[in-house]
């Protein structure tokens, strides 16, 4: 059991991480790129790029004032260019899995920084300005990924039946 | 206020505020993804193979406050649980009627209203007190809080492609 607030965070985020992994396995390029909900525009490729860029937003960007790398799996002619652009690739998946994957790995490596005392403190970059702390974003990756591992339930089941990844 | 989406921050610094406005969040979420359809559109399994329908989701939901802040958090572990005899946790297929649509509503507001007021008995000093759960695992309340924002931000998941199917909104 965790006690501790951060310890807690991380319980949670790396359980979506690994549920997200669980439900990309053993599918082919062309079965991770599909819209198997239709007429959602979702895939668990999309996922995985999306997370990838929203790992980059909250722990580089907005935790770190890392504002100057460039940004994962976007264009600005398409804000949802992360499930848009995807063709189902062999090459494609591997991109995003890699590109998530090191995301991951530097959001660990802050977050071993961190300690149950600086939950409290204001994030370091805020686009609009509005003042938020460590806790609020943290509590926010975790929802957010949750609801995606939400989507993703469904579309795995829908792709070869499996449930309960 | 934007669950997911677009972030914004809670309007309170806190512990227990942070988990208080992402848990409020998405009750709003689920009701909001349930407005304007019909008991049929509400119990249909619209993704089938799944079972999920969103009526299964509003009753699985009255359940799961009522095992963690009534039985749980608040010590009433020998309540039996609500669908006690259902094994599929409230999911089974429910009556498309507007009665059962109405009872599933009424009983999980009924169960949100008494998790506030357990909430607001609460301080940031209590989320590191220990509970039961009702396996007789050691939890703390901090950890039941976030595992209800997961739970409910998960099955809000669910709700965004079971709604998209039934009538084409998403966003909501």
Not at chain 1, 27 to 47: D, E, F, K, W
Not at chain 1, 102 to 129: F, H, I, K, P, Y
Request: a negative charge; glycine letters at 8%.
């Amino acid at each position: 059991m965790q006690t501790g607030e951060l310890a807690n965070y991380r319980d949670y985020l790396n359980h979506f991480r690994t549920t997200l992994e669980r439900q990309c396995s053993g599918l082919s390029p062309a079965q991770l790129a599909s819209r198997s909900v239709a007429p959602s525009t979702l895939s668990l490729l999309g996922l995985v790029r999306h997370l990838a860029y929203v790992e980059q937003t909250w722990f580089r960007r907005a935790l770190q004032g890392l504002t100057d790398e460039p940004r994962l799996f976007t264009d600005p002619s398409d804000p949802d260019f992360e499930f848009n652009a995807i063709t189902g690739t062999q090459e494609e998946v591997d991109e995003a899995l890699a590109a998530w994957r090191d995301q991951v790995e530097l959001a660990d490596a802050w977050l071993e920084t961190q300690s149950d005392e600086t939950m409290g403190m204001e994030l370091a970059t805020n686009r609009d300005g509005r003042t938020s702390t460590r806790r609020e974003v943290l509590v926010h990756l975790i929802e957010e990924y949750a609801r995606h591992a939400g989507h993703a339930d469904l579309l795995r089941e829908q792709i070869d039946g499996t449930t309960g990844l | 206020m934007t669950i997911t989406g677009r972030f914004e921050p809670a309007p309170e610094r806190g512990e227990l505020a942070t988990y208080r406005f992402y848990l409020d969040g998405h009750r709003r979420v689920l009701q909001a993804k349930c407005e304007g359809l019909s008991p049929e559109q509400l119990a249909a399994a619209s993704l089938a193979p799944s079972e999920l329908s969103l009526l299964g989701l509003v009753r699985h939901l009255g359940r799961v406050e009522h095992v963690w802040f009534r039985m749980v958090i608040d010590g009433h572990a020998d309540e039996p649980m609500l669908d006690a005899d259902d094994p599929t946790g409230g999911f089974r297929s429910i009556a498309p009627t507007a009665e059962s649509a109405a009872e599933a509503f009424a009983r999980w507001h009924e169960q949100i209203a008494y998790a506030d007021g357990v909430l607001d008995a609460l301080g940031d000093e209590d989320l590191g007190g220990t509970r039961l759960t009702r396996h007789g695992e050691e939890t703390t309340i901090r950890d039941v809080l976030v595992h209800m924002i997961e739970e409910y931000a998960r099955h809000a998941g669910h709700a965004d492609l079971l709604r998209e199917q039934i009538d084409g909104t998403t966003g909501l």
